[in-house]
């Protein structure tokens, strides 16, 4: 399993960071790997919302449902990957004076006919890029 971590302070009220994040059918706007969401069903935001996101990083691409399984308003959302590549994954949202820390953090778990940890390996410094810009993107959002 491979762990990665990016972060980024956004010049915004804590309230108005998580009005924007908790659209989740919006990510695809701001994830550069994202190229589209559908959801399972009616259900857009809270515990049990269940989504098909086809995800490209280069010429590879995949599609990961993803559920989510905490929904901690206004501070996080915690969710399990359940696709090709498997594992959970958090968006945490903390106040800082005005301000908002935004940390993106996964664990994700490549299977062996993919590779397994050495694809992890090399993958892990592509995804701290894409999901920096990603961040930056994000930010970007409330310019």
Do not use: C
């Amino acid at each position: 399993m491979t762990h990665i971590e990016v972060s980024i302070n956004i010049d915004r009220p804590l309230r108005e960071v998580w009005d924007q994040v908790s659209r989740l059918e919006d990510h695809a706007i701001w994830m550069m790997d994202v190229e589209s969401i559908a959801f399972t069903d009616d259900r857009m935001s809270g515990i049990g919302t269940t989504m098909r996101v086809l995800t490209r990083v280069g010429p590879f691409t995949t599609t990961d449902v993803i559920v989510v399984e905490e929904w901690n308003e206004p501070n996080s959302i915690v969710v399990s990957h359940r696709g090709l590549v498997s594992g959970h994954g958090a968006f945490q949202l903390e106040a800082d004076e005005g301000a908002t820390r935004f940390t993106w953090r996964e664990s994700l778990r490549f299977p062996w006919y993919v590779g397994g940890v050495l694809t992890a390996t090399l993958a892990k410094p592509i995804f701290v890029r894409i999901w920096r810009g990603n961040l930056r993107r994000f930010a970007a959002t409330f310019d």
